[in-house]
């Protein structure tokens, strides 16, 4: 045993080098990278440093981690995936043994027999050639790295929480955060009460993130286009699959499968599918009914991860094929609530307008159906954001390398993408007539910012309620899948 170790010690090294870790052909090229770190070096203050650390590893149980996944911020400066680094953007060029830069990154360095069981690693000679950092160093000798913090007239970086694992590699997370926090003199509890203390700033960083990364380019704008096409093949199959007494994990199951066939690495966040009340629970991800029942709409809010960048596609069906009257009715209003703002969308108009729009038309819908008597005599559940009992979120939100992505929340922009998802839950017990109880509908879609309107991404999938009955009635390549019964007692 000591004899294969050491000779995988020697010669696995070698084999790190013969084969490049390679990545998918339309992956974002390391020149998107590297023109996204000039973008911020040009918002930076003049004599700055930004600073950014990769996403911790997070324990699962036991000595089992969850899959990795890098912190998009870290992912869109650098396109590196792997844990245990730090990224350092300066405003202006540096000067350390008369070598000058303006960036500089600090990756894991090779280790064969971890590397025997992780995978090949980048190393700084790949951080160098793949990523374009042309200054590339070891985790380990940032402790060491003479840069004198003190210097700057500003000192950029998100704050942190704390919930880092000491994993006792030399220079991993913990140690890259600890010994920053030596050279910079952080102080957590005055930070907390003040972002802005001395040359430390945590608040403006966030604000640059947000204006770049709330404008998608057109590198972006492709890969974008793929996981939103993804998930709406998804939720076409799943339409003509479906039929009473599937369990929501299959129905689930059904969903990913078809991302992991276009190879999305991941979900955007965790896949929602409920089944009658189940479907009035916003963020419900149990998915665990073992039968759906003939009568029942199912809710199903899923989105595939592409290359980093996640859609969020939301609809509403009914389990057999057929919405029942008042089904039907709830629907078409979440429907006409939708296209209204749609109507809408286009670059200076406000989100704060388009949830507007959708409130308003949800709640006249409600009244015209005897749900509320009046707009004016609402059941409010939050009186600063006007949102009601049955409507009870907002309507918009930016996508991107996260589901709930940065950007600027105001007006919008050209190349923003964004989703509007009004809703209508109806939860039993509700004091309105018992047909009307467990209905619950939320359909939620993509659309691209233009300057004089909007283009609907995900229209791939039927939005329409006849559309959607209609695309019922037809054979999924999923229906007819068989597996062994396994009643094991």
């Known amino acids: 045993m000591k004899y294969s170790l050491y000779l995988a010690v020697i010669v696995f090294p070698f084999l790190i080098n013969a084969q490049s870790l390679k990545k998918p052909d339309d992956f974002l090229k390391a020149d998107f990278h590297k023109e996204r770190r000039e973008a911020l070096r040009e918002k930076m203050p003049s004599n700055s440093v930004a600073v950014f650390f990769a996403n911790a590893v997070r324990n699962r149980s036991n000595d089992v981690s969850y899959v990795y996944h890098q912190d998009p911020n870290f992912f869109y400066l650098t396109g590196h995936r792997e844990p245990h680094a730090v990224l350092l953007i300066f405003k202006d060029n540096q000067s350390v043994k008369k070598e000058e830069f303006n960036e500089i990154i600090f990756v894991r360095a090779h280790n064969a027999l971890a590397e025997l069981y992780e995978g090949e690693r980048l190393g700084k000679e790949g951080a160098r050639d793949q990523l374009g950092v042309v200054v590339s160093l070891e985790t380990p000798s940032f402790k060491e790295f003479n840069l004198d913090f003190s210097g700057f007239n500003k000192v950029l970086f998100y704050d ?111 896949s929602i599918v409920g089944a009658g009340h189940n479907g009035c629970v916003l963020h419900y991800i149990d998915n665990y009914k073992p039968a759906i029942e003939d009568g029942e709409l199912i809710l199903m809010d899923l989105g595939a991860e592409y290359h980093g960048y996640t859609a969020d596609v939301t609809r509403t069906i009914p389990v057999n094929g057929k919405f029942t009257k008042e089904q039907k009715l709830i629907y078409d209003l979440v429907y006409d609530a939708q296209q209204a703002a749609a109507d809408s969308c286009k670059a200076g108009v406000s989100i704060a307008t388009l949830s507007q729009i959708t409130k308003n038309s949800v709640n006249q819908g409600l009244v015209s159906l005897g749900i509320y008597k009046s707009t004016s005599k609402l059941d409010v559940i939050n009186p600063e954001t006007g949102r009601n009992r049955y409507y009870p979120h907002g309507c918009c939100h930016h996508i991107g390398l996260d589901v709930h992505d940065k950007g600027m929340y105001d007006v919008l922009k050209e190349n923003m993408v964004i989703t509007i998802e009004p809703g209508i839950y109806i939860t039993e017990g509700s004091p309105v007539e018992e047909k009307w109880w467990d209905i619950p509908v939320r359909i939620e879609d993509d659309y691209l910012v233009t300057k004089d309107g909007c283009e609907l991404l995900s229209g791939m999938a039927p939005r329409k309620s006849s559309k959607i009955e209609e695309l019922m009635s037809e054979e999924s390549v999923l229906s007819n899948y068989e597996l062994p019964d396994l009643d094991i007692r």
């Open 160 to 270: 942190f929480e704390n919930d880092v694992r000491d994993t006792k590699e030399a220079g991993d997370l913990f140690d890259l955060i600890s010994q920053f926090k030596t050279k910079v003199g952080y102080d957590q509890k005055n930070l907390s009460l003040e972002p802005q203390i001395n040359n430390l700033d945590v608040a403006l960083l966030d604000l640059y993130m947000q204006e770049l990364r709330g404008i998608k380019t057109k590198e972006e704008l492709i890969l974008l286009r793929k996981a939103v096409n993804i998930s709406t093949v998804g939720q076409v199959e799943v339409m003509k699959a479906i039929k009473p007494g599937m369990s929501e994990t299959e129905i689930q199951g059904l969903h990913e499968f078809v991302f992991k066939k276009y190879q999305a690495e991941f979900e955007g966040y965790p």
